[in-house]
């Protein structure tokens, strides 16, 4: 299963167009203004098949959190490859890939705003303001204004954090979302992002015609070591809960306010696009797979942040965060990434057999 993942932005990008190509694809980019490392403009690319049904459409996206789309993309790779040897599904397929392009290219979680994607998408009447309560008194821990060191005594201060408010109360504190520190984790943005605004702009034409949509979105750094979850940051209808619980089984899912290790987070992808009513009936699952301690993930994203901010492209440390959390988000080992694309595969064509299934409304 390695061989879907990677090097870099650059290759995935060329490596889904070429399979979305391969199977007769329409294949379309589209630019968020800024360069990448190689100085060419970045873009997220969109490919929806030409032959399926409409009515009945399956959406697969990756790197809403940048880093994240080294996994992402490794499954949509995977998944072009089994259709080009067993046939495309009867259903429609939407692949949205590399869709915070800015954070793939960097290594970075966050866009070019350091817009957190997923703390972005409020609905409307809700105000790109406020903090949650405690992340004021967090800030100069979470983030100090200078490059990082090589030695950081994080781990001891976050333990003694979690003695002092316990690990659920300082999760929601921490990465809830924030909209008060335009430097810090988990910002939100002061207004929609260039990906939200594309996606407003293109996401009617793309599920024209749907009436049944099953959205997977790929994501990792949540739960335990390969482990998957599918995490829910909207209020479900009894006919949502009913098709998750048929689709993948009783256990697959949790909301956000249940989740042990979710958190409720303001301005998700999910409850923006079962908001905007694009079918009659859109189920949104983020597939979060587990890759190392909350700590030690918190850890690395703060040292990266440290050192884009603060530090200098060529430093050696700047260098070493961006790896680090590259590794973090995407463990380069063989047995992760052999089940964590096994996994995703297994869940995608659940979903298919859902949409498949005759008679079925699907949420």
Known sequence: ????????????????????????????????????????????????????????????????????????????????????????????????????????????????????????????????????????????????????????????????????????????????GQYDYPQGLFFGGQGPSRMQSILQQHMPRWLEGSEQVIHLDFHTGLGDWATWKLLIDYKLTDLQRETLTQCFGPESFEANDDSEIAYDARGGFGQWCVAQKYAQHYLFACAEFGTYPPVKVLAGLRAENQAHHWGRAEDTSTRKAKQRLKNLFCPESPQWRETVVQDSLKLIHQALGNLDAPGESGT
């Open 1 to 176: 299963m390695s061989r879907y993942f990677s090097k870099d932005y650059a290759e995935a990008q060329s490596r889904f167009r070429e399979g979305a190509t391969k199977l007769g694809f329409s294949l379309e980019s589209h630019s968020i203004g800024v360069q990448g490392p190689d100085g060419n403009d970045l873009e997220f690319d969109v490919a929806c098949s030409t032959g399926g049904d409409p009515s009945r459409v399956i959406v697969l996206s990756s790197g809403v959190h940048g880093v994240e789309g080294y996994f992402g993309s490794a499954v949509q790779m995977a998944m072009l490859e089994q259709w080009t040897q067993a046939g495309m599904p009867s259903a429609k397929v939407v692949m949205l890939h590399g869709l915070n392009a800015y954070g793939f290219a960097w290594s970075r979680r966050f866009n070019e705003e350091n817009i957190d994607p997923n703390r972005n998408f409020l609905l409307p009447g809700e105000a790109f303001s406020g903090s949650p309560p405690g992340y004021a008194e967090l800030d100069s821990f979470l983030n100090p204004k200078r490059p990082p060191f090589s030695f950081e005594p994080f781990k001891v201060k976050a333990a003694w954090l979690i003695m002092q408010h316990g690990m659920k109360k300082l999760r929601s504190a921490i990465a809830t």
